[in-house]
């Protein structure tokens, strides 16, 4: 499992571990890194131009707030965050009192229901923190709102290394992002896939398995199994002996 290990032992992964006998290991393929100070200031933005932050994940959050710190700039009480969704909210606490007058955050999770929270705010300057991967899908919709904002990268997604003598004989592999899929062919170049099965969520997931020419045996989420572990548990059902 290409996640890192579920924080509670009521985990679904454990469930369908013990129903059908097999073993599940979470070995994270991609893990996530601060570009540092020097690289952040190669982008020419300042941090305190801004009157506003937008938050698309608790990666952002994380993030902005540490490199915040190893720049030296102190965050003003002034500064308003809007989220994507209240979790993302909810999150910013472990950094800042939480005060609904300076914290918004959409109803769906979906920043196109985010866009009429921040038009209320349209006086404010937008910082909007974002991964080295990303789409111009916020820029866009800001654009169009006439929205003063600047898209600044601050963390980085990058490949985990596997050591030469690590042990990789599984049965099946699943990916939830095509990073991970990535990770893969790049630690292992002359990865044979054989009998080794491969699962994966998400769309882009899925076509990154195809384009890689390895052969998918799994894709969720689908009409019958909404989520990775009703998918696994499908396939097992069929499958496992």
């Known amino acids: 499992m290409s996640q890192p290990k579920p924080t509670s032992d009521k ?9 059908y006998g097999v073993n599940i290991d979470f070995r994270p393929f991609i893990k996530v890194e601060s570009l540092s100070p020097k690289e952040f200031r190669q982008q020419k933005v300042s941090i ?10 608790r990666h952002a959050i994380d993030h902005f707030f540490n490199l915040s710190t190893e720049l030296r700039v102190t965050i003003p009480e002034t500064m308003k ?18 005060r609904k007058r300076k914290i918004f955050f959409g109803p769906t999770g979906k920043f196109e229901d985010l866009v009429p929270i921040i038009l209320k705010h349209k006086s404010e300057k937008y910082l909007v923190p974002l991964s080295d991967v990303h789409n111009d899908d916020i820029k866009n919709a800001l654009d169009q709102s006439k929205i003063q904002h600047n898209e600044v990268v601050m963390y980085r997604t990058v490949s985990t290394t596997f050591s030469e003598d690590e042990k990789f004989d599984y049965d099946m592999l699943v990916f939830f992002s095509p990073a991970g899929v990535a990770s893969l062919l790049k630690n292992f170049p002359n990865f044979d896939q054989t009998n080794v099965k491969i699962a994966t969520f998400g769309a882009t997931t899925a076509q990154a398995v195809r384009d890689a020419g ?8 689908s009409e019958k199994a909404p989520s990775m572990t009703a998918a696994l548990d499908l396939y097992l059902k069929e499958n496992n002996q």
């Open 11 to 19: 985990s679904p992964y454990y469930d369908i571990a013990e129903k």
């Open 48 to 57: 305190l131009d801004h009157t506003a932050i937008v938050f698309t994940s």
């Open 81 to 98: 965050y809007f989220c994507v969704s209240e979790t993302i909210a909810l999150y910013i606490q472990k950094y800042v009192q939480y």
């Open 214 to 221: 390895l052969r998918l045996d799994l894709e969720a989420p």
